[in-house]
């Protein structure tokens, strides 16, 4: 072969190569595989009482604001509810009849705050986002906690209500801990339908992410825990990775249910780099639901575990290990309640 043609053949090649490797940039660029076609807020959070807290949330997001001031100003609605009993006042206490808080928050830029075990305060979710902001540290518990917060402003409020404390009285006669799926998050039910005596009320948590108009995650998540647990325990909720994470190249994942179950798998950011992966929101939050199952396949069929999450594209979806599960939406296009998907 004359050395004219080889030079042919292998500049003729080269061109070929670099004709399909440019289709297929065209095809699929790289660097705007997860970016949104339009930057539309949305915040999605957890339960039945998610709702109330999406529409303060979108007070911000509708007006073109942060994701970040809009998670805070949505959870603190449930967090001073006293008829939610699994989240902040009006909470029900722990075995010894103290109510104690956990919240996290984080942002696009992967700051973050959590506050563990911290008593007396109503908002604690605001007192993670300072923690956050104005020290160099992610977690802050216990008397520290409480201790920062009063310093920063924060009055001492009673957070044991008439309602909480007589069902934690009435838990006191059989001193019996055991969680109960799905429980309505109502006052003065009968025995065996919700409250006390039948069966500590664990919602436990409200998980809250959103996407603002600049297509910047935030999240945060805050609950009094587990009805009657030990003093000091403390569950997924506030541990970033766990009850919370939130990527900003890719997008953001919470969870409720029993926090040791989400603790041992790392079930919110497991969620994220699903989706980093190419998985849909949905399929993620299932995926991890799963990953639950494969560890303790009979223990999880007696408890209740749930994600959430949204992807850059605005997508976003929820799946549960039971039925019961739901999670509200709220967008410029829609506001619903939706009853998760679940393996059980």
Same mark, same amino acid.
């Given at each position: ?225 587990? *009805? ?5 325990? &403390? @569950?997924?909720?506030? /541990?970033?990775?766990? #009850?919370? =994470? ?51 396949? *009979? ?5 209740? &575990? @749930?994600?959430?999450? /949204?992807?850059?594209? #605005?997508? =976003? ?28």
């Amino acid at each position: 072969m004359s050395s004219t043609r080889r030079k042919f053949l292998h500049s003729s090649l080269l061109g070929s190569l670099g004709l399909f490797a440019g289709k297929k940039s065209m095809a699929h660029p790289v660097d705007t595989l997860y970016a949104p076609t339009k930057n539309e807020p949305i915040v999605i959070s957890t339960w039945d009482f998610g709702k109330a807290a999406n529409a303060e949330a979108w007070t911000v997001l509708g007006k073109g604001g942060r994701a970040l001031d809009a998670v805070e100003a949505g959870v603190k609605i449930p967090e001073a509810d006293p008829n939610n009993q699994s989240v902040g006042y009006g909470g029900l206490p722990d075995r010894d009849g103290r109510v104690t808080l956990d919240a996290c928050i984080m942002d696009e830029q992967y700051n973050c705050g959590s506050v563990m075990c911290l008593e007396y305060i109503m908002h604690p979710i605001s007192v993670a986002r300072l923690v956050m902001e104005k020290t160099p540290h992610v977690v802050l518990v216990g008397d520290g906690a409480l201790q920062f917060a009063l310093a920063n402003g924060f009055q001492k409020e009673n957070l044991l209500t008439p309602e909480s404390e007589k069902v934690w009285k009435e838990w006191l006669k059989t001193s019996k801990y055991e969680p109960v799926i799905n429980i309505e998050n109502k006052l003065h039910k009968p025995a065996g339908e919700g409250n006390m005596p039948g069966g500590p009320n664990n919602h436990d948590t409200i998980g809250m992410i959103a996407m603002d108009a600049s297509g910047n995650f935030s999240g945060a998540c805050t609950t009094s825990g587990m *009805a009657f647990k030990m003093h000091g325990r &403390v @569950g997924d909720s506030p /541990i970033i990775g766990a #009850g919370l =994470y939130v990527d900003n190249e890719i997008g953001a994942a919470t969870s409720t249910g029993v926090g040791e179950e989400v603790i041992r798998i790392v079930g919110s950011h497991l969620v994220v780099e699903l989706m980093r992966q190419g998985l849909a929101p949905e399929a993620a939050c299932k995926k991890a639901v799963e990953r639950i199952i494969s560890r303790s396949p *009979a223990k999880a069929k007696t408890l209740q &575990v @749930g994600f959430i999450a /949204i992807n850059k594209k #605005g997508e =976003y979806g929820g799946y549960a290990l039971q039925k019961g599960f739901t999670y509200a939406v709220k967008s410029g296009k829609e506001e619903k309640l939706i009853p998760a998907k679940s393996i059980y």
